[in-house]
């Protein structure tokens, strides 16, 4: 668990601002979460026999008993606020929510304890119509970040039914294959055999690739939806690949599931993930509804707006304000102050701790205004400010304080 340094920050508000506008204009609101909820609604959701609830999570009692856990991702907890607050009867619902997540893995670039993910989810939407609208929403993302190289591969895991079958078929086919597989793998034979199709055991990928399809054991209805959504990619030119290794590792899904990748973050290659999850909303105590949403890791998208080059400038001051002497500390706060009512967009930072003119100006430089605004007693007096160019060539001019906001709002207007 790490802090996001100042010199950093600009960077993740400009992509949450991204984030934020893009889901307001599209008719998402924002719901604020808790960070801790009751352990068993993660066992419940996620389900017990997964990395996340066996390994991962951050658990505590409380001095009454009560088993808490800190937040491993967001979707329970969206859920349970929203039957919680009867947000789901009879009502569709276009939610988002942004914010830091906790699990116990193995820290390393683009994977830590505390991480930070955007969740959008959307309740009372039975068709693939909100499916491609996410897919949409997420491709328009990478284009106005302007990031390349993210591809998008799809899979679907049918109904409850169909997967319960299936599973049985693929089992089957492990247990011929018992010896093959590592411990982890044996382990999950059992509990959760369709997670075995997710290993990244290179001993085990041809074992892997002939394992039985899912696909191949969808009714018509979960086939044509499954058809339907990749039809309507490929009308929206939204490109995909059909991945049947692709189960995600939640309990919860069913039907689409999908991952935006990339291979220009090593091992940590998912950007967004997603999908369909309607028995979530029954299985925590709330009526029979459909869901589907997708989570994007923040810390991965930085590395990978930075990777490419992409991350939004740091904002530098317009002004810094020098002020010499007691005389033009009051007068120079005043003139700030009224420059900052004149000219909301006006970025100025007014010198604080003294210091003579030498170490101010040095500060100002440091600083990467554009200009040094002088006031000291003369200019009190006189009524004027020094202006002194810090990135450009030109003299240091005197003018009148009164000129000033109009010569500080050209300089804004070129800017823009």
Known sequence: MHPILPDRTFAWQALEDTLRSLLQHSGYAEIRLAFLEHTE??????????DIVEKEMYTFKTASGTSLTLRPEGTAGCVRAAIDQGLLYNQQQRLWYLGPMFRHEKPQAGRYRQFYQVGVEAFGFPGVDIELEHLLLVSRLWSRLGLENIRLEINTLGSAEERAAYRQVLVDYLRQHESELDEDSRRRLDSNPMRILDSKNPAMQELLAQAPKLMDHLGGESAGRFERLLQLLQEMEIPCSVNPRLVRGLDYYCHTVYEWVTDDLGAQSAVCAGGRFDGLIEQLGGRPNSATGFAIGIDRLMLLLEKQQRLAPRPLPDVYMVLLGERAE????????????????????????????????????????ALAVL??????????????????????????QAELPGLLRDRLDTKT
């Open 375 to 400: 006031l000291g007693g003369d200019e009190v007096e006189s009524g004027e400010v020094s202006i002194k160019y810090l990135r450009e060539e030109g003299k240091q001019i005197k003018i009148a």
């Open 41 to 50: 609604l993660f066992k419940r959701s996620i389900g017990e026999v997964t």
């Open 330 to 369: 009051a007068a120079g706060f005043a003139l700030a102050e009224r420059l900052r009512d004149q000219l909301p967009g006006l970025n100025l930072v007014v010198n604080c701790g003294g210091g003579s003119m030498k170490s101010q100006i040095k500060r100002a430089d440091k600083s990467g205004a």
